[in-house]
């Protein structure tokens, strides 16, 4: 596997190559990010994975600077997997003067859930990920389900920019009790790990109740919303949101797209201590 650090150095290395799949990640590489390299490597072409922990998805309040920065242990972990290139680049590389022109999503999609609590969130992650596509050029990008609404908005980026990329959507990988794969985990206390898939299994309360009901209506989706808040934050919780919406983008369900059976996922961010997780189930 080449590591390259530069811009051109990375161009210079893909020259010549018609396709390349692309994983790009913040590093601090899990089972949950290896799946993603393997399903980039099932497309038959050469993998590019990017670490970079891009400064412009934080908020001031958030953990940039204690992210867990392991590039070491990342390059070994993606060299396994037969990644082709790792793109490692530093900030100064990526945001060589301070980055004006940014991506800015639409707000009906971009500005609620995680972007309502994350303001300025996606239009970070989109900034980056258009510049990250411009060096790379992949023909695919793979991005894990987890962030349910990050790939909505990525996938809805390149087709309004008519960018060549097919956006793929991983399953998320999960550890033995459910609790979903971040690097995020690794801030939980041994109690806070005891009690973390209980967000998950709140999901699956909530997805069996909506089941149950078989053709529920708007106002019983928000009476089992408020009782999952109830139940988590008497748990020790403090929910952001649960919150049950269409798939197809992500408002909540009208009395028609309910009694028409429309695809429903709930989303879930809530904070144990001072550690965010999120997570999501398909109905
Ligand atoms: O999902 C992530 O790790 C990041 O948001 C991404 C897509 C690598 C952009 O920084």
């Known amino acids: 596997m080449k590591i390259v650090h530069t811009i051109a150095e990375l161009r210079a290395q893909l020259r010549g190559q018609l396709r390349t799949s692309f994983v790009p990640t913040m590093g601090n590489l899990h089972d949950g990010h290896l799946s993603l390299m393997r399903i980039a490597a099932k497309h038959g072409d050469p993998v590019v994975a990017s ?60 500005d609620i859930l995680e972007g309502e609590f994350r303001p300025g969130f996606f239009v970070g992650v989109t900034t980056v990920v258009m510049k990250l596509f411009q060096c790379v050029g992949p023909q695919v990008a793979v991005f894990g389900k987890k962030d349910y609404q990050q790939q909505m908005v990525i996938r809805q980026m390149c087709e309004q920019f008519s960018l060549p990329t097919e956006i793929i959507a991983a399953e998320t990988i999960r550890d033995h009790d459910g609790l979903a794969l971040s690097s995020r985990n690794g801030y939980l206390s041994a109690s806070e790990r005891a009690q973390a898939p209980s967000l998950y299994e709140r999901l699956h309360e909530m997805r069996s109740t909506l089941l149950a009901l078989g053709s529920p209506t708007p106002q019983d989706c928000r009476a089992i919303e408020a009782e999952a808040l109830t139940f988590l934050t008497n748990q020790g919780w403090t929910p952001d949101y649960l919150s049950i919406r269409l798939r197809r983008n992500l408002r909540p369900p009208s009395a028609e797209d309910l009694s028409a059976g429309a695809a429903l996922v709930i989303l879930a961010a809530a904070r144990l201590g001072s550690t965010r997780l999120i997570d999501n189930l398909e109905v």
């Open 51 to 110: 670490v970079f922990v891009n400064r412009l998805q934080f908020t001031p309040n958030e953990d940039f600077d204690r992210y867990p920065r392991t590039l070491e242990d990342d390059a070994r972990k993606l060299e396994a997997e037969g990644v082709y290139v790792l793109f490692a680049p530093d900030e100064r590389e990526i945001y060589p003067v301070p980055q004006e022109f940014r991506i800015s999503p639409p707000r009906d999609l971009g």
